[in-house]
C-alpha cells in the first residue's frame, strides 16, 4: 500500500495569516520573536502552525538574516549529572521559539584555545548561555563586548561585576535552611565540605552557612572546612580528615549532593553511621540523592525552570525587548530524607 507524507512546507506564512486571522508581520514576530507579540495571539498562530504541520525553513531565513536559529549552553563539566535537568529546562524555553541547542564543555573551548564568541561572530549561534562563571577574564571580555554582551545570559554560575544577565539559585538562603534543620535536630558541632577555591556557589554556600550558624550563636572553625570540588571523590577523602579529628562534628553541610554522597561513602568505610553518628546533608537535589543510602537530606533548588527562565531572557534579548531585571533569584527548599537525625547525646 502506497502512504504520501504531507509536505510541511505546502503552506506558506500568507496561508498562517490568513487562516489564523493575523497579518503576516504578526505570523513571522510569533515564529521568530515570540516576545514580541501577546501570549494570546501567539496562541493563535500556533494552532493554525501545529494544525498544518507547518515549520519554517530556518535554513533560508538564516541565510537571508544572517542568523543560526540556535543557542549555545557553555557547561564547566559535561560529565556532571547537576547539569543535565538545566540544559533540559534552556531546551523547553528555546522549543517554543524554534530554536535549536547547542552544548560545549567550556573546559574544552579553553584546552582548544577557543572562545565562545567566535560561535557567535561566524553565525553558528544567535546567543549564549554561561553555566560557568569562572571564565577567563580575557574571555569575559569578549563577552562584554559591545556587540556581544547583548546576547549573553549567565544561568545558575556568574561572574562579579560584570553586568551581565544572570539567572541563579539563592544559594544562601538554602544553606541557612540546612543549618536551620540541624540545628533544629539538636546539632552545634558543624563541619562544611565547599567547591573550589574561587567559585562563586563555594563563596556564596560558605557564607550563607557561616553567616546561619552565626544567628544560632554557632561558629565553624576553619579546621572544620574541607573539599576542594563539587565531586564525590572530594567528599569520600574529606570524611576520612573530618573523622581523625580529635573532636568530630556531629553533622556535615555539603555544598553539592555529590560531596554529600561521597562523604557518606567515606564514612560508611569508617564504620561511622549516619544518620545515627553524622548526619549529612547535601545541595542541589540531583536523581541520585533520593536513592543515596541513606537517602540524602538536600536543598532543592529548580534546575529545569533556571534553565528555562534563562532561556526566556535571552529570547527576550535577541528581541530587542530590554530586560525588566538583570538579576533574578530562583528561591530554593529543604527535602528531608534520612541522611539527618537528632545529635547523639553527649
Request: hydrophobic letters at 45%; one cysteine or more; charged letters at 20%.
Amino acid at each position: 500500500m502506497q502512504t504520501y507524507r504531507r509536505d510541511i512546507m505546502a503552506i506558506g506564512i500568507k496561508d498562517i495569516a490568513r487562516l489564523a486571522g493575523v497579518s503576516t508581520a504578526t505570523v513571522s514576530r510569533a515564529l521568530s520573536h515570540p516576545g514580541r507579540v501577546s501570549p494570546e495571539t501567539r496562541a493563535q498562530v500556533m494552532a493554525v502552525v501545529e494544525e498544518h504541520d507547518y515549520r519554517v525553513n530556518s535554513f533560508a531565513r538564516s541565510l537571508r538574516v544572517r542568523r543560526a536559529d540556535a543557542v549555545l549552553a557553555l557547561v564547566p563539566n559535561l560529565g556532571n549529572p547537576f547539569f543535565s535537568e538545566i540544559i533540559a529546562g534552556i531546551q523547553d524555553g528555546l522549543t517554543p521559539a524554534g530554536l535549536d541547542l547547542l552544548v560545549t564543555d567550556s573546559l574544552s573551548q579553553q584546552a582548544r584555545r577557543q572562545s565562545p564568541v567566535t560561535h557567535l561572530q561566524a553565525a553558528r549561534a544567535d546567543g549564549l548561555i554561561c553555566l560557568d562563571g569562572a571564565l577567563p577574564a580575557g574571555i569575559l571580555d569578549d563577552l562584554a563586548a559591545s556587540d556581544v554582551a547583548g546576547r549573553v545570559v549567565f544561568a545558575c554560575e556568574w561572574p562579579d561585576g560584570r553586568g551581565f544577565p544572570v539567572v541563579r539559585s539563592d544559594n544562601r538562603a538554602g544553606m541557612a535552611l540546612a543549618v536551620q534543620h540541624l540545628v533544629g535536630l539538636g546539632h552545634r558541632d558543624f563541619a562544611l565540605l565547599t567547591g573550589p577555591e574561587g567559585n562563586v556557589l563555594t563563596r556564596e554556600r560558605r557564607e550563607g552557612a557561616e553567616a546561619a550558624l552565626a544567628q544560632a550563636g554557632l561558629s565553624l572553625p576553619p579546621s572544620r572546612i574541607a573539599g576542594g570540588s563539587f565531586e564525590i571523590r572530594d567528599g569520600f577523602r574529606a570524611a576520612g580528615d573530618l573523622m581523625r579529628m580529635p573532636s568530630r562534628p556531629t553533622a556535615i553541610l555539603c555544598s553539592s549532593d555529590q560531596l554529600a554522597i561521597g562523604c557518606i561513602s567515606g564514612l560508611s568505610e569508617l564504620g561511622v553511621r549516619v544518620p545515627q553518628d553524622v548526619s549529612v546533608v547535601g545541595f542541589d537535589d540531583i536523581a541520585l540523592a533520593a536513592y543515596s543510602r541513606p537517602p540524602l537530606t538536600t536543598i532543592r533548588q529548580d534546575r529545569r525552570r533556571l534553565g528555562r527562565i534563562a532561556a526566556e531572557r535571552l529570547l527576550s534579548s535577541l528581541s530587542g525587548k530590554p530586560l525588566a531585571e538583570t538579576l533574578t533569584t530562583l528561591p530554593v527548599e529543604i527535602v528531608v530524607r534520612r541522611s539527618t537525625a537528632a545529635a547523639p547525646a553527649g
